[in-house]
């Protein structure tokens, strides 16, 4: 019989996150040396990564920090996936997303493929995923990434589920004047998710079709030839209402709207960005 004891036993748990037949036979594999029982469980476990790449992996966190730049602040977020709820909470997977957003951070890594190859605790973000995958036995996927630069970053954490971490987070990048109302507009983006800043920032195609829509059920609806253009400007209107931030009624007061409460600041909301997992 291999040499370690209960106590061996609940170490290597803690340690690698192993169940507990995994952990006994290591050490039965590795005649009780812990160093080389945690090698055996890391290989396993990378041999199995390749049978979990059609899994899906739509549970997991966001992790996110706002920092000081150079003409400001920089906000980072980062999206990280795993299988379950389960993993989604533990320490370990908690510990790992710290250590990806700490290296999106000092890379600068703006996408998800360049944060792969940034380096962390002496290997890729990509190797460390690996052997996280390896130790916790789920496909883990760092997902995407997103910077936001402002004078002011703003950032707001939201938890769907009390038990999980963070699920929805939002940078609001502002001027000096308008961050005194910053965090209540992240707030406003987390619950009602704006595809875009403002009017002009939706693409023409995506106008344009909307457009078309508005136009044929007008006309479907039977209305008088002359005041087709006006009605499919006031459905128009509504479409800007819906996707874009600066046109939304705010949430702590929907008689106003979010562009107007950001203009009595007489400063300025310069971008925003929005993460919601598996979104």
């Given at each position: 019989?291999?040499?370690?004891?209960?106590?061996?036993?609940?170490?290597?748990?803690e340690?690698?996150?192993?169940?507990?037949m995994?952990?006994?036979?290591?050490?039965?594999e590795?005649?009780?040396?812990?160093?080389k029982?945690?090698?055996?469980?890391?290989?396993?476990?990378?041999?199995?990564?390749a049978?979990?790449?059609?899994?899906?992996?739509s549970?997991?966190?966001?992790?996110?920090?706002?920092?000081?730049?150079e003409?400001?602040?920089?906000?980072?977020?980062?999206?990280?996936?795993?299988?379950?709820?389960?993993?989604?909470?533990?320490?370990?997977?908690?510990?790992?997303?710290?250590?990806?957003?700490?290296?999106?951070?000092?890379?600068?890594?703006?996408?998800?493929?360049?944060?792969?190859?940034?380096?962390?605790?002496?290997?890729?973000?990509?190797?460390?995923?690996?052997?996280?995958?390896?130790?916790?036995?789920?496909?883990?996927?760092?997902?995407?990434?997103?910077?936001?630069?402002?004078e002011?970053?703003?950032?707001?954490?939201?938890?769907?589920?009390?038990?999980?971490p963070a699920?929805?987070?939002v940078?609001?990048?502002?001027?000096?004047?308008?961050?005194e109302?910053?965090?209540?507009?992240?707030?406003?983006?987390?619950?009602?998710?704006?595809?875009?800043?403002?009017?002009?920032?939706?693409?023409?195609d995506?106008?344009?079709?909307?457009?078309?829509?508005?136009?044929?059920?007008t006309?479907?609806?039977?209305?008088?030839?002359?005041?087709?253009?006006k009605?499919?400007?006031?459905?128009?209107g509504g479409?800007?209402?819906?996707?874009?931030?600066?046109?939304?009624?705010?949430?702590?007061?929907?008689k106003?709207?979010?562009g107007?409460?950001?203009?009595?600041?007489?400063?300025?909301?310069?971008?925003?960005?929005r993460?919601?997992?598996?979104?």
């Open positions: 019989m291999a040499n370690y004891t209960t106590a061996d036993i609940k170490n290597l748990r340690k690698t996150g192993a169940g507990m995994d952990v006994k036979k290591a050490l039965d590795a005649d009780g040396d812990l160093d029982a945690v090698e055996i469980i890391r290989v396993k476990g990378l041999k199995g990564i049978k979990r790449e059609g899994r899906s992996a549970a997991g966190l966001i992790a996110a920090t706002v920092v000081d730049g003409a400001g602040q920089v906000g980072v977020l980062v999206e990280i996936n795993a299988e379950t709820d389960f993993v989604a909470k533990n320490q370990k997977f908690i510990d790992f997303a710290d250590k990806v957003l700490a290296a999106a951070v000092a890379s600068g890594a703006e996408d998800a493929e360049a944060l792969a190859q940034a380096p962390v605790d002496g290997e890729t973000v990509q190797a460390l995923t690996d052997g996280m995958q390896a130790v916790i036995g789920e496909k883990i996927v760092v997902r995407r990434v997103a910077r936001l630069s402002a002011k970053v703003d950032l707001y954490l939201h938890r769907t589920n009390p038990d999980l699920q929805v987070a940078l609001v990048g502002t001027d000096a004047k308008a961050a109302v910053a965090h209540d507009v992240a707030m406003h983006i987390a619950a009602y998710s704006p595809q875009y800043l403002r009017r002009e920032d939706v693409p023409a995506v106008v344009e079709k909307e457009r078309k829509i508005a136009e044929e059920t006309r479907a609806e039977g209305k008088p030839e002359k005041a087709i253009a009605i499919v400007e006031g459905r128009l479409f800007f209402k819906e996707i874009c931030l600066l046109d939304q009624a705010y949430a702590k007061d929907p106003t709207t979010v107007k409460v950001i203009e009595a600041t007489g400063g300025e909301l310069t971008g925003f960005v993460f919601r997992v598996g979104a």
